[in-house]
């Protein structure tokens, strides 16, 4: 398909996603296209379903700039919010490090030789690459 470097941060809640995509083409209407119809037929096809996984259209916000603290905020913003949305509870000893549904607990939390080989963000989201 070739639409999108990464995903790099991403989260999956009940309803919807976050991700954090860079494009170095102008296709991210193809990616997308790609990834929804994709995650609908074999989630469909897994759980004998029908019809539509995801509300609507997906919400695509355009991020510019040189700054490394704004991604760094973007990137917490996605790993958080499991935590806003009462899917992780602190008061309980929950962590967002233990969400399964997180890029956070599946890459990059883990060791180097266990992560898979996403998150592997080129251009700017190569600087939120952990070490």
Do not use: C
Request: glycine letters at 10%.
């Amino acid at each position: 398909m070739g639409a999108a470097v990464g995903p790099e941060p991403a989260a999956g809640m009940s309803n919807h996603y976050h991700l954090m995509i860079e494009t170095p083409e102008a296709n991210l209407v193809a990616g997308m296209r790609w990834l929804q119809n994709t995650f609908t037929r074999r989630f469909n096809v897994k759980h004998r379903a029908w019809g539509r996984v995801f509300g609507d259209r997906y919400k695509a916000v355009v991020v510019e700039g040189e700054a490394r603290f704004y991604y760094e905020s973007l990137a917490d913003y996605i790993h958080l919010n499991p935590v806003r949305a009462g899917l992780v509870r602190p008061r309980r000893k929950e962590s967002v490090a233990d969400y399964a549904w997180s890029s956070l607990a599946g890459g990059y939390l883990l060791t180097p030789r266990k992560r898979p080989r996403w998150p592997r963000g080129g251009g700017r989201l190569r600087r939120l690459r952990p070490a």
